[in-house]
């Protein structure tokens, strides 16, 4: 069965450390995704890829890099963490426009 | 924004009623996907209806798509408590692998 995993599932960081978020998927998508989700705002695109070696940025890039190391991972990496960036987020991969996407169970993380 | 009115909103109904929830977007779509997020998961896609299709259902649910109001609509009839859950739509953004989520609906079915 199709599978998209994150870790850490929860993640406590101080303000001004490095995080770095992890997903995998077993799908064999092209594409994989970023979000974060705040009440009020739903899902927001954040960094996105097209495959092994691509990051493209999304709609709220500041502050974050991503990196894809391989068609199967998909990383989310924050230099320098800020509460700001307090908030859920979840990974996801599909093929490409106007297909499912497929979500991670997300990473809840506090920056204090 | 791609979206036009906001559909945040909490709905708040008793096991097997039926619901509508809508949504609006500003740009042309090629495809409006419905999905379900429970809580503590990730979204999970429950019905797509694309461009050149006015309905399309699946089990209890039923989702229509105005393309000439830019609009679509997502209807669960008999209701039960393992629907609670928030409802998103999303749209493809044009000429990108990218998919834009509304803010969603809220439901909550007690039984």
């Known amino acids: 069965e199709a599978a998209v995993t994150q870790s850490p599932r929860n993640k406590v960081a101080v303000t001004g450390g490095k995080v770095t978020l992890s997903c995998n998927q077993t799908?064999?998508?092209?594409?994989m995704y970023w979000y974060r989700q705040d009440t009020g705002h739903g899902l927001r695109l954040i960094h996105y890829?097209?495959?092994?070696?691509?990051?493209e940025k999304g709609d709220i890039p500041d502050g974050y890099k991503a990196s894809r190391p391989s068609q199967e991972n998909f990383s989310l990496i924050l230099e320098l963490a800020t509460p700001s960036q307090t908030s859920v987020y979840f990974c996801?991969?599909?093929?490409?426009?106007?297909?499912?996407?497929?979500f991670g169970p997300g990473t809840r993380l506090t920056v204090l | 924004s791609q979206w036009g009115e906001e559909n945040l909103q909490a709905l708040s109904i008793q096991e097997g009623e039926d619901v509508t929830m809508n949504c609006s977007y500003k740009?042309?779509?090629?495809?409006v996907q419905w999905y379900r997020q429970k809580s503590g998961k990730g979204p999970a896609l429950i019905i797509l209806?694309?461009?050149?299709?006015r309905e399309k259902r699946s089990g209890r649910l039923r989702a229509t798509l105005d393309t000439s109001s830019q609009s679509s609509s997502l209807s669960i009839t008999g209701t039960l408590a393992t629907d609670t859950a928030v409802y998103f739509c999303?749209?493809?953004?044009?000429?990108?692998?990218?998919?834009?989520f509304g803010t969603g609906t809220r439901l909550q079915v007690s039984p």
């Open positions: 996801a991969s599909g093929d490409g426009q106007g297909i499912e996407q497929y």
């Open positions: 799908n064999n998508h092209n594409n």
């Open positions: 890829s097209y495959g092994a070696g691509s990051t």
């Open positions: 740009t042309y779509t090629t495809v």
């Open positions: 209806i694309r461009s050149n299709e």
């Open positions: 999303a749209t493809d953004a044009p000429n990108t692998d990218k998919v834009v």
